[in-house]
């Protein structure tokens, strides 16, 4: 919740980071099954912290006829080893691949400890730039949450990189389609298992909890591949962050709020209407205003969209 609010005001991300770890209970995974040999892992929708680990976002698994996939290893090895136990409560087989959606900290720091028992990593290629670029400065980030927890830990990007923006395999007989979506972060992804009817949509889905434009984001991108997920027509949603879903839900928490905030914060821009008067204006949209977090972010969400189309009207 506070990342994009931390690269401004890193202190009083601290703060909120010291005063919610005072109370955070300590959080253990749990798989939960969605359909047929898939399984999803839902992690709390706050900051990361040493309560949970960095776990702070959604994960999931495939169980094969000779193995396991795994969907996004973790933000250390620490917490990739908590994840892999939380599947072996599930089943005896190994974790044999792990696919990452994209490239913040808890989707792909955990790489290394399955690639040390002999996983093969996969990623698309967007994600592999995105997670070169940012390796350091994300282990420097997320060293003032998780601490200690990060001993042990180092960046490993995928070895199996494929082609971007969109890719069909098939693994150990589990067909997959790979499609590339740019929405919270450059090279961001999403997983769809046409055969289970289930896509992880990665940090393009959030319920629950209101989604952050980041620097880095791209609404526009966003609300396209928004149209591809919803033209998917998977029965499962596995958001980013939060609850397992419905394309219903997701789209009215996250997918109606791409729109709105181009169709009335990125069209300000465009018209060059005032910042402040635009921001004033759409600040309490009530149909998005019972999502956590609203009140963190909302604000410099639309100041985030604002900028990007005045730079790109
Ligand atoms: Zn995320």
Known sequence: MCELIRRSLGLFCLAVGFSAFAAEPVFVPKAAKVTDNVYAIVGPLGQRSEANAGLNANYGFVITPNGVILIDSGASAHSAAMLEKTVKEVTPKPIRWVLNTGSQDHRWLGNGYFAGKGAEIHAMAGSVKTQKASASQQLDNLKRF????????????????????????????????????????????????????????????????????????????????????????????????????????????????????????????????????????????????????????????????????????
Do not use: C
């Open 146 to 313: 998780v601490g200690a927890q990060l001993v042990g830990t180092a960046p490993r990007q995928a070895t199996e990189v494929h082609p971007s923006p969109e890719r069909s395999l098939v693994i150990d007989g589990v067909r997959i389609q790979w499609i590339e979506t740019n929405a919270h972060y450059p090279g961001d992804t999403m997983i769809y298992l046409p055969d289970s009817s289930v896509v992880f949509t990665g940090d393009l889905v959030y319920v629950d909890r209101i989604l952050g434009i980041l620097p880095q984001s791209n609404v526009r991108k966003a609300q396209a591949a928004f149209q591809r997920l919803v033209a998917l027509n998977a029965k499962h949603v596995v958001p980013g962050h939060g609850r397992v879903t419905d394309i219903a839900q997701a789209k009215r928490e996250t997918g109606d709020y791409y729109d709105f905030l181009i169709k009335n914060v990125g069209a300000a821009a465009r018209n060059m209407d005032s910042i402040g008067e635009t921001l004033d204006k759409f600040a309490k949209p009530t149909q998005f205003m019972h999502l956590e977090n609203f009140g963190e972010l909302h604000r410099a969400n639309m100041n985030r969209v604002f900028t990007d189309f005045e730079a790109n009207p």
